[in-house]
């Protein structure tokens, strides 16, 4: 269960459109390493994590996401609401205008709508948690990439806290590798599966 | 910046300081000296949590409470341009 607070995690207050940036942040809106996709797949693999640390972790660094996703759409919204039509035409924005307006949905900077198969919930503590660190490492190369593109001091202080956040993330979901192992048979790490061999009836 | 607004700034800050503090913890639930910090910046956040309550209408769901009006679909929301400044 949540409990919604009517403000966003980090402020975002975007003074002037811009339909080619809104088009590439949109990817962490609904592409394959945004929050959206990250936020489904820790909430989604905490219900067979047997670690009440990891369980934890998992249940949190998910919540955080909704409220990243929540930054990213307000992002898209704020680069998009003022556009006019020759801006909409100018700046590539057609192809997206003519399908959702200036609606926000979830779509990688391809155009591909989002997909669950960006991400993995595999069902073994020690292979998720590696698909974790990697995700924010992904997350953290995209927000790297879209500063490439950004000059906007507005647009970039919020991005730059989305990116900072992905480097705290690796760094919870490292500590809790740590964790799982201190659990695991030190003299071989696969001996078992501790999601499905040990379970208690 | 109005009042709203940095009242707003300073609870995202305090929140803020909160969040990391309990991810911290998740991972390191024995840490004393985090435990302490979690607590001081806890009892700041929820008077800063009052005040804008008084002020300002509902922050969270839960804080809604019964009065002349139902503030809480009251513009601005989150994502709204406007929302720090409360216009």
Do not use: C
Request: proline share 5%; no cysteine.
């Amino acid at each position: 269960m949540w409990s919604y607070d009517k403000r966003l995690q980090y402020p975002v207050k975007i003074k002037n459109p811009n339909a080619a940036l809104a088009k590439l942040i949109i990817t962490q809106y609904g592409g394959p390493d945004g929050e959206i996709g990250a936020s489904l797949r820790y909430l989604s693999q905490r219900y067979s994590m047997p670690y009440e640390e990891v369980k934890a972790i998992l249940n949190d660094i998910g919540t955080e996401e909704l409220a990243h996703f929540e930054m990213v759409g307000a992002i898209v919204h704020q680069l998009t609401k003022n556009l006019t039509m020759e801006e909409i035409k100018n700046q590539g924005f057609s192809d997206y205008f003519v399908d959702h307006t200036i609606g926000v949905y979830p779509v990688a900077a391809s155009g591909v709508p989002f997909s669950a198969a960006a991400l993995a919930s595999k069902g073994d503590a020690i292979t998720d948690i590696h698909e974790d660190m990697a995700a924010e490492q992904k997350a953290r190369t995209t927000y790297d990439n879209i500063l490439r593109f950004a000059d906007d001091p507005d647009v970039r202080d919020p991005i730059k806290f989305l990116r900072q956040r992905e480097v705290v993330h690796y760094q919870r979901f490292g500590e809790a590798l740590r964790i799982i192992t201190d659990n695991l048979d030190s003299r071989n790490f696969y001996a078992f599966n501790p999601e499905f061999d040990n379970r208690k009836r | 910046m109005n009042e709203r607004e940095r009242l707003l700034r300073r609870i995202a800050e305090v929140g803020f300081a909160m969040f990391e503090l309990h991810l911290f913890l998740d991972t390191h639930p024995y840490d004393r000296a985090a435990l302490q910090m979690f607590d001081s910046y806890q009892r700041e956040e929820e008077a800063l949590r009052l005040e804008f309550n008084s002020k300002y209408g509902p922050l969270n769901t839960m804080d809604v409470s019964q009065s002349n009006m139902w503030q809480w679909v009251k513009d601005p929301w989150p994502w709204d341009y406007s929302f720090e400044e409360g216009l």
